[in-house]
């Protein structure tokens, strides 16, 4: 307690470089993770990105501690712990939309997925019952044929 | 003039054959497709005893996925006029052949069949709402009047008929979770030409609403916010600049 009030009234960064040195193992471990996810293709690349920038992110802060009190005055906030809760919350945040973002494109696209299927379906329900093509013959036909007569 | 007519169906067995056969009688000459949203029971084998063409979505994805299905199917094959009803046997199949005359007359792009307008048909066993479908209603069409400066008294009904204009619309975009009321916004928005026409409404036949009091507040929060959501996207004539 002591030393965080401390920390807010001086407005210094209190990073030991024990907890440096374990910030940028974290880090290095974090991107190596991601590397090795890409590799046996549990995430693809496009996706990987952003998490790439976080673990640089991890990086230049255990780095360069200078860093963190920059921001923390950028951000007007005196007490630099608050700054970087702060910092990591938003940039959770905006990975969670992004989230969302690509959630919902990928609704739209699984819907239609199912549509197109459906139609299709349909499509070889009619066929077979006009005796267009025999059983087992599905071959495609051009749009306006399908439903005539 | 070509003409579709499909029925939106999840888990309607019940009623959906019945649905069927009505139709066929009241309009012989339209094409009949029962779209299946991934029903678990046995629709999809009613509807095809019952004679009709099913597509069929291969998991349950709302009500708003599934008229899409039918919006793209009748674009794809070149239909000049589509409506559709309801599976539980609430929408008279007279009454929607009416709706389809106004398109065929080409006096509408989109007609939406009224259960609250006030030239309406009453008959014996007519259609009476719940008191939160009640409020849920009146809500929807203050909003919805304030949004499309357009008088709209049914603003949930799923009984409408549509000509190609729509068709190219609603098979582009149609919101999945909220399908009638954005709809109904987005049509009026990309000016085209929206009518309600009064029409006579059924008890249902089969099933049960899925409305609770608690359900039907989430719905009408759910609503307004698409509705504001709605009123920021591009009108046509924006867009093609």
Redo the contacts between chains.
């Keep these: 307690m002591r030393l965080l009030a401390a920390a807010g009234e001086a407005g210094q960064v209190h990073l030991t470089s024990q907890t440096r040195i374990v910030a940028a193992v974290l880090a290095v471990f974090f991107m190596l993770l991601i590397l090795d996810l890409i590799r046996r293709d549990r995430l693809q690349e496009r996706y990987s990105v952003i998490w790439f920038v976080a673990g640089l992110g991890m990086l230049a802060g255990a780095a360069f501690p200078g860093l963190l009190e920059l921001v923390a005055d950028l951000l007007g906030v005196r007490n630099t712990n608050v700054a970087l809760f702060s910092i990591v919350l938003l940039l959770l945040l905006g990975l969670a939309l992004n989230f969302s973002v690509i959630m919902s494109r990928q609704a739209a696209q699984i819907t239609r997925l199912a549509q197109e299927r459906a139609i299709e379906q349909a499509r070889n329900q009619a066929e077979q019952a006009n005796g267009n093509g025999s059983s087992g013959e599905q071959g495609l036909q051009p749009e306006e044929q399908r439903f005539e007569g | 003039m070509r003409t579709l007519v499909f029925i939106p169906a999840w888990n309607e067995e019940a009623s959906v054959a019945g649905v069927i056969a009505d139709v066929r009688r009241s309009m012989p000459e339209a094409?009949l497709?029962v779209?299946?949203d991934g029903s678990t029971d046995n629709t999809v084998a009613r509807a095809?005893e019952a004679g009709a063409?099913?597509?069929?979505?291969?998991?349950n994805?709302g009500l708003g996925?599934a008229l899409?299905?039918g919006y793209?199917?009748a674009l794809?094959?070149?239909y000049d006029a589509c409506a559709h009803l309801d599976a539980d046997g609430q929408h008279p199949p007279e009454e929607v052949a009416r709706l389809l005359a106004e398109i065929t007359a080409d006096r509408a792009d989109l007609v939406i069949g009224s259960r609250y307008h006030a030239g309406a048909v009453s008959a014996s066993g007519d259609y009476r709402p719940t008191f939160s479908r009640r409020i849920g209603t009146s809500v929807f069409r203050f909003f919805l009047t304030l949004a499309t400066r357009q008088r709209f008294t049914d603003t949930t009904s799923g009984m409408r008929a549509a000509n190609r204009r729509v068709m190219a619309l609603f098979s582009k975009h149609y919101s999945?979770d909220f399908a009638e009321i954005e709809s109904l916004q987005l049509a009026v928005r990309q000016g085209l030409r929206v009518e309600e026409l009064p029409v006579r409404m059924l008890e249902r036949t089969g099933g049960t609403s899925f409305l609770t009091p608690v359900r039907s507040a989430f719905f009408i929060f759910k609503g307004l916010v698409v509705l504001l959501v709605g009123q920021f996207r591009p009108r046509q004539a924006e867009a093609e600049r």
């Design positions: 094409d497709l779209v299946d095809r063409l099913v597509a069929s979505l291969p998991f994805q996925a899409q299905t793209l199917y794809r094959n070149g999945p």
